[in-house]
């Protein structure tokens, strides 16, 4: 991933985060790579299952790629965001108790945790089609988000672009 599109696939994430109602913490741009910390309310920490959470969660999940897509005028970085998280589901995974999918999992499925891992664990409990359906859901609310904070989104990833 390039710099600018890293840029704006943080930023992405940063504006959902506040959007849905959670806190951002920080942005890390080096180390094991980039990553937006942000704490969630302490209800959806209590309820991570409950389909309020996990629309919020997903919501954040997906930001970061729809961003990237909003940026460069590519809808397919989106849908194959989706695609590589159902991609899992064809692999058997659904079948797994959630509860037995572990990080090391993830790594071996995608070679690092990243926001395709987070998605599918979001939710793997459900199903491929509830799923795609979930995160078709998430996908059109965090264009909605980001379409509407678009000048925030710019704001946050210019800082890093200059920053460099």
């Not at 942000?38 to 919020?56: G, I, L, M, Y």
């Not at 659904?94 to 990080?103: N, Q």
Request: net charge negative.
């Amino acid at each position: 991933m390039t710099s600018e599109a890293c840029a704006y696939h943080e930023a992405g994430h940063a504006v959902a985060v506040e959007a849905v109602g959670y806190v951002v913490k920080s942005i890390i741009w080096g180390g094991d790579g980039p990553m937006t910390r942000f704490s969630v309310t302490p209800w959806d920490q209590n309820h991570r299952d409950s389909p309020a959470a996990r629309w919020r969660l997903l919501t954040v999940t997906v930001a970061g790629p729809v961003a990237e897509s909003i940026h460069f005028e590519r809808p397919a970085v989106a849908e194959g965001f989706v695609a590589d998280v159902l991609d899992m589901f064809e692999e058997g995974w659904w079948l797994v108790d959630p509860a037995d999918v572990t990080e090391e999992d993830v790594l071996d499925a995608f070679g690092e945790v990243n926001d395709r891992g987070d998605a599918f664990l979001l939710v793997v409990d459900l199903g491929p089609e509830a799923a795609e359906k979930e995160l078709r859901e998430a996908l059109q609310a965090a264009r909605e988000i980001l379409t509407e904070r678009w000048s925030d989104v710019e704001a946050i990833a210019a800082a890093r672009i200059t920053d460099g």
